[in-house]
């Protein structure tokens, strides 16, 4: 089980997330797009932040130096201690697959699968026996409350339902980061307060949370805001 908060905090913090002078050049035909222009910060284990910026600011891309899902052009990028620009596409994978997990605004379940199933799909590429793969997910799905949906297909559930098994798949494998990009994008109002609140209780366990957002509201509710915009910081 993962120590609580509390807990990590009475040893020496140590950054899950280091991004120093990154820099992201995209290739647009004859073009050149500056996406990062230098961003440096630190996300120590354990905290509860969000990176905020309208559409173009760089904040996507700079989720995607987090996430593993990219390079920078030049600067370092540090997940858990490793720089991702010195290691191959496998030990990229394997790092992304060990140490975050991903919540994203559309959900991303795959529709012919019940909730349960969705939510083992992380075990079942690692390899765990299949009774194993059940109990974690029953246990997953009543963190979120949903215990009494594993049977169920996600077009029978709300939004914010798909939301929570989102969520669930995301902490099976109790990964140390949570990367969650606009998760209540496509919620209500009162929806969406839910998933945060929900988010609150996973980050008291340890478990670090980075929110995308460009929502100024999330962007308040969490302990520290990155604010990005053309590419910098502000």
Not at 99 to 124: A, C, R
Request: with cysteine; charged share 25%.
């Amino acid at each position: 089980m993962r120590k609580a908060k509390s807990d990590a905090a009475s040893t020496a913090s140590q950054a899950v997330v280091e991004l120093t002078d990154v820099k992201k050049i995209y290739s647009m035909g004859d073009a050149e797009v500056q996406a990062l222009r230098g961003v440096s910060f630190k996300v120590e284990q354990g905290e509860f932040i969000s990176i905020m910026g309208p559409s173009g600011s760089g904040k996507s891309t700079c989720m995607n130096m987090i996430g593993c899902l990219d390079r920078p052009t030049s600067g370092v990028v540090k997940i858990d201690g490793r720089e991702t620009h010195l290691m191959n596409e496998t030990e990229l994978a394997v790092l992304r697959n060990k140490t975050i997990g991903f919540v994203f605004q559309q959900y991303h379940l795959i529709p012919s699968m019940t909730v349960i199933e969705n939510v083992m799909l992380p075990l079942k590429y690692k390899r765990f026996p299949r009774e194993d793969r059940y109990e974690l997910a029953r246990a997953a799905l009543k963190k979120v409350g949903l215990e009494n949906r594993e049977n169920h297909r996600p077009n029978e559930l709300s939004g914010g339902q798909k939301q929570r098994v989102a969520i669930a798949r995301a902490i099976i494998a109790e990964p140390k980061i949570i990367l969650a990009d606009e998760p209540t994008g496509a919620l209500d109002t009162k929806t969406g307060i839910q998933v945060m609140d929900l988010f609150r209780e996973i980050n008291k366990t340890g478990t670090t949370i980075i929110i995308v957002t460009h929502d100024p509201g999330i962007g308040k509710s969490t302990e520290r805001c990155i604010k990005i915009l053309d590419g910098l910081l502000c």
